[in-house]
């Protein structure tokens, strides 16, 4: 059975990384110091059954999760029946901890765009993406936790900003969230808002699992953006919004390291885990002595 995070649940923050193949020993050699893998389940679908079979070994060893990142549930247009077989099929197998997919939209008119791409935040896509993701829940038997997604053009015909939009989607869906804090850093910095003041106005109890990753700029001066491309480390300020999750969830979250790519030593990885448990340690005692002036 899927276990999708409760927000009754009892438990404790977890923390992992993505599963790649250039990472393997490294995650296979240390799964005392990680507590949760994240499968690209994309890459299974039509797997030989010899590479199903060492996914669902791996889900034996540890705790795993699957991330979708071809459904395309942000549209208007409904996500394909069959893509949505294919991973309630994997879950079956691989019975993950949760599957989650991101609020983009990849397809249009029988075209592949190849891309997560932002649509237009709407009160149509509000409505499209809440009948995709009721539609997911019901195919695979488990709603996704649904993850904001970076872009480098602020989505033309957009008539709410992205919180207010994200926030529509969640409560209109009644999906939990994957916050992916470098996406959210990355459009606040393009886009002249304030990371921090984006992270507050977020419904943080909906949040059930984190994303870290770092990227670089791009583009001439005056005119930079940052890039989301997972090939470099997790930047300070992404540590510092880990830290205000810890301070503003109340409930558990399961965070993420993302690398695809320029890969680091092993060791290079599991110190940017360590770094963090720490921020989100420190975010929660935040929180603790909140809630102690509180009752007192």
Same mark, same amino acid.
């Given at each position: 059975m899927i276990m999708i995070p409760d927000s009754t649940a009892a438990g404790s923050d977890r923390f992992g990384l993505g599963w790649r193949r250039e990472l393997a020993v490294g995650i296979l050699s240390n799964l005392d110091r990680i507590d949760v893998v994240e499968v690209m389940a994309d890459d299974f679908f039509d797997a030989p059954r010899r590479e199903r079979r060492s996914l669902r070994t791996l889900a034996a060893q540890t705790s795993v999760v699957l991330h979708g990142v071809s459904l395309g549930v942000a549209s208007a247009a409904p996500v394909e029946t069959e893509r949505l077989d294919k991973i309630a099929r994997l879950c079956a197998e691989v019975e993950p901890q949760f599957w989650s997919e991101h609020l983009a939209f990849v397809r249009g008119?029988?075209?592949?765009? *190849?891309?997560?791409?932002?649509?237009?935040?709407?009160?149509?896509?509000?409505?499209?993406?809440?009948?995709n993701l009721n539609r997911a829940r019901s195919i695979v038997g488990a709603a996704p936790l649904v993850e904001n997604i970076a872009t480098l053009i602020d989505p033309p015909g957009s008539d709410r900003d992205e919180v207010t939009w994200i926030s529509e989607i969640l409560a209109t869906s009644d999906c939990p969230m994957l916050l992916d804090l470098h996406n959210?850093?990355?459009? *606040?910095?393009?886009?002249g808002a304030d990371p921090m003041e984006a992270l507050a106005q977020l419904p943080m109890d909906r949040v059930a699992a984190v994303h870290l990753a770092g990227g670089r700029w791009i583009g001439a001066s005056g005119a930079r953006r940052l890039l989301d491309d997972h090939l470099h480390d997790v930047p300070e300020p992404i540590y510092d919004l880990l830290a205000e999750v810890g301070a503003r969830a109340p409930y558990p979250v399961t965070v993420i390291l993302e690398r695809d790519g320029r890969y680091p030593p092993i060791e290079t990885l599991l110190d940017q885990l360590e770094r963090a448990r720490r921020s989100l340690a420190a975010g929660r005692a935040r929180r603790a002595t909140r809630t102690d002036r509180g009752a007192a």
């Open positions: 008119g029988g075209i592949e765009i *190849g891309h997560l791409t932002a649509p237009p935040r709407t009160l149509a896509t509000v409505e499209g993406a809440a009948a959210l850093y990355a459009n *606040g910095l393009n886009f």
